[in-house]
């Protein structure tokens, strides 16, 4: 009997130092937003927004459009783009340096007058994604029209990456009129064919300014954006800093066997043995974590949500089981934590009535910071566990970018503008699950940002390579106001 109330005691005082530390350390959870402070430039007049409205709307007329196949590709839509971009921004075309890479990309040097100091470079792309024939009707616009209406600039690329590319384009010609010097110098890299991988153009400025010795504070790309109501338990808008982005990989799984007539089946057909390999991958997932990115996330989400959501954050030490299993039941943030395994095309068969001897699935692989191409292939030859099972990675796999440090000058600077600009909204870093140029230029600094500056509803995502992409002339307004704003924080760097 002494020996229950002894044990008893003992588990008592365990939930007791258990519950003590987790009231502990909800209470000391405190918040690591920056005070928003005044702005040091205003947003542009309704004169001046008018005027890069027409901007926008004259870039989304010329596209230009990239195309898988590249004889498509217009390259007159490209020489008309930077006809028309000197034309808008005349200050920038006269006062900074030039070069022209390959028939479609553009990089600008503005010179600081610390040669010395780390550079600034700001990033974006000039092409845009298609119109599937198929979706082109369901547009309330023609998607390459440059639609001002009701408020919004309309059409393909307004937000991607249009905002961008206009966005501190405009910025830098009123910077320039206003006679701002820069200390450091500033390189704007406008790239042709993100669309396709960035390869011939980001890759390759990239590689430019490191030989030439380039070191930058920071790059700033497009990525993420300063959504409202995405955040479960943090109420208004959060601009979601990209830190890193996945990794991609296309792998073809293939299976050669025997074939025959179907009349005479057997359990080594080869799209039953491709279709057992596919279900094991499917049904089991590679495991999910929130170390990294998600932790760093959630520790600026957590002190700005509500009692109970901080205490679970506050101790991941014992609520990490029940957070992941809340993650994995949405499809965006299960991509969160994991590197995910997307099966998207088959290919096996010429008659119904024939067994056929080869048979073929493509994955979409996206690969979370900490894990590589060449590990994910050995875990998937080891679930799938099945010798008849080729599996290959094709051309044009990259792996997870670098993790940018949060507690870097440049993170707070970055912080600190966006909470000057955008008072309303949380900042926290984040991960981007797509790929974007700015993967290329972590050869020149260690702090990546991957964020496009526009306010968007969460229902408007879709809208980014779907259907009535548009950008209210607000928005694109307080993109202007961002990008001037940074670039003279920046100077304190």
Do not use: C
């Not at 390869?199 to 954006?225: I, P, Q």
């Amino acid at each position: 009997m002494k020996r229950l109330h002894y044990v008893l005691s003992s588990v008592g005082l365990l939930l007791l130092a258990g519950m003590l530390v987790i009231v502990v350390r909800t209470a000391t959870l405190s918040t690591l937003q920056p005070e928003p402070s005044a702005v040091v430039v205003d947003i542009p007049t309704d004169a001046e927004l008018a005027q890069a409205a027409a901007h926008l709307a004259g870039a989304i007329r010329l596209g230009p459009i990239t195309f898988e196949d590249t004889t498509q590709i217009d390259r007159g839509a490209f020489l008309a783009l930077f006809d028309s971009l000197e034309a808008w921004y005349p200050l920038v075309h006269s006062e900074l340096e030039r070069e022209r890479f390959g028939h479609y990309s553009l990089l600008f040097r503005w010179e600081g007058s610390e040669p010395d100091a780390d550079a600034i470079v700001l990033a974006s792309h000039l092409d845009v994604v298609p119109v599937p024939e198929e979706t082109a009707g369901e547009w309330d616009v023609d998607p390459f029209a440059g639609v001002i209406r009701d408020g919004f600039v309309w059409g393909r690329g307004a937000i991607d990456d249009k905002s961008s590319v206009i966005g501190f384009l405009e910025a830098i010609e009123r910077l320039l009129a206003s006679g701002f010097e820069p200390q450091q110098d500033i390189y704007l890299v406008l790239g042709g064919d993100e669309e396709r991988g960035g390869y011939k153009g980001a890759a390759r400025m990239a590689e430019v300014l490191d030989e030439r010795g380039v070191r930058a504070s920071f790059v700033l790309d497009e990525g993420l954006f300063i959504v409202n109501d995405v955040v479960p338990g943090v109420s208004g808008p959060v601009a979601l800093i990209g830190i890193a982005e996945k990794g991609a990989a296309s792998i073809e799984l293939s299976v050669q066997v025997e074939g025959g007539h179907a009349s005479m089946p057997s359990g080594d057909m080869a799209l039953a043995i491709l279709g057992r390999a596919i279900d094991r991958l499917v049904e089991n997932p590679l495991e999910p974590t929130l170390v990294g990115v998600p932790e760093a996330m959630f520790g600026y989400l957590a002190p700005e949500m509500g009692l109970v959501q901080r205490a679970v954050f506050a101790n991941l030490w014992l609520f990490s089981p029940v957070v992941l299993g809340q993650l994995e039941n949405g499809a965006s943030s299960n991509a969160l934590i994991r590197t995910t395994i997307a099966p998207t095309i088959f290919q096996a068969g010429t008659k119904v009535n024939v067994l056929p001897a080869t048979a073929s699935a493509f994955l979409n692989i996206r690969l979370r910071p900490g894990d590589s191409v060449s590990g994910v292939v050995e875990e998937l030859a080891r679930r799938i566990d099945d010798e008849r099972v080729r599996i290959e990675v094709l051309e044009g796999a990259s792996e997870p970018s670098a993790v940018s440090p949060v507690d870097a000058p440049a993170f707070g600077m970055m912080a600190q503008t966006f909470r000057n600009v955008f008072p309303e909204a949380v900042v926290a870093p984040a991960l981007m699950v797509a790929r974007t140029d700015s993967r290329h230029y972590s050869r020149v600094t260690e702090s990546v940002f991957k964020i496009t500056p526009v306010m968007m509803e969460s229902k408007d995502l879709k809208r980014v390579h779907g259907v009535n992409e548009r950008l209210s002339i607000e928005g694109l307004g307080r993109a202007i106001q961002f990008y001037m704003e940074m670039i003279h924080a920046a100077q304190l760097l």
